[in-house]
């Protein structure tokens, strides 16, 4: 092999490189999500859906510690930071997290049933700590790398809001603000990412290392929502998991799709 086919893309064809795993392996090309936008999913498998979901939403702030334990630099732990604020809120107001479970009470789920994880699906746990560790593990490029999943996001959270507010009766702003508030804070954390990786992938090696650590993240999407059909889609509950009827505050025909 020529020395020059190890030489490192250009930042702009490292880019491309980046984004077209996004257009080929990001979970909004997974057909649960097609049928949830749709109006096709059940109140059952709404509920399905946001009782693991949280455990990856959950997760996002203890991964982002993971991360800022292991930084030398004072600087990157403060625009760090605001991603595990954006996410756990203040003390007593605001944040991803208790977005996330108002969502949970609107399609009539106990929020705190579903911030136990008790009815968390085993893949979904399985493949959300993976990640968890992925970050703690793996090199600081690596780990970065595999947030860039947010370079795609807004695309989802838009669809998402127009398809639930279309077809769901618990859809109001105050259930979706979750999704609104990602709209801007998931462009504000991926700006900084995606500059950190294109800065710091300066060979061909730590830029397939990159790539890699990206794909990754989309499998650890991907594979949630696997679980999700396999189990409330197909039918095939495993145990320990969530059944319709479990952890609810009103009567599932309140909630209706």
């Known amino acids: 092999m020529k020395l020059a086919d190890h030489k490192p893309l250009s930042r702009a064809d490292f880019h491309d490189r980046l ?5 080929e392996r990001y979970h909004d090309r997974h057909p649960f999500h097609k049928r949830l936008h749709s109006g096709e999913c059940s109140p059952d498998e709404v509920r399905a859906w946001v009782v693991n ?16 334990s292991r930084l030398d630099d004072p600087q ?7 991603r595990i604020e954006d996410h756990d809120g203040g003390v007593d107001e605001g944040g991803g997290i208790r ?26 746990r399985f493949a959300v700590d993976a990640y ?4 703690r593990d793996m090199p600081l490029l690596d780990a970065v790398a595999a947030s860039l999943t947010e370079m795609f996001a807004p695309k989802i959270h838009a669809e998402r809001i127009e398809g639930l507010l279309k077809h769901y009766d618990f859809a109001d702003e105050t259930s979706l603000s979750y999704f609104r508030n990602r709209l801007t804070e998931a462009r504000k954390d991926v700006e900084f990412g995606l500059n950190y990786v294109l800065d710091h992938a300066d060979t061909l090696e730590k830029q397939d290392a990159a790539a ?19 189990g409330y ?4 509950i495993p145990p320990g998991a969530w059944h319709p009827g479990e952890g609810l505050v009103v009567r599932p025909e309140m909630v209706g799709a």
Do not use: C, E
């Open 19 to 23: 984004k077209r795993i996004g257009v």
């Open 53 to 68: 979901r949280w455990q990856y939403q959950s997760r996002i702030p203890m991964k982002d510690a993971a991360f800022m």
């Open 76 to 82: 990157l732990r403060r625009v760090w930071r605001s």
């Open 99 to 124: 977005r996330w479970l108002a969502l949970a009470q609107a399609v009539g789920l106990d929020p705190d049933y579903v911030a136990s994880g008790v009815g968390v699906l085993p893949a979904t």
């Open 132 to 135: 968890v560790r992925f970050v």
């Open 212 to 230: 890699a650590a990206l794909t990754f993240k989309t499998d650890v999407l991907w594979a949630q929502l696997d679980a999700l059909w396999h």
């Open 233 to 236: 889609v197909q039918g095939n």
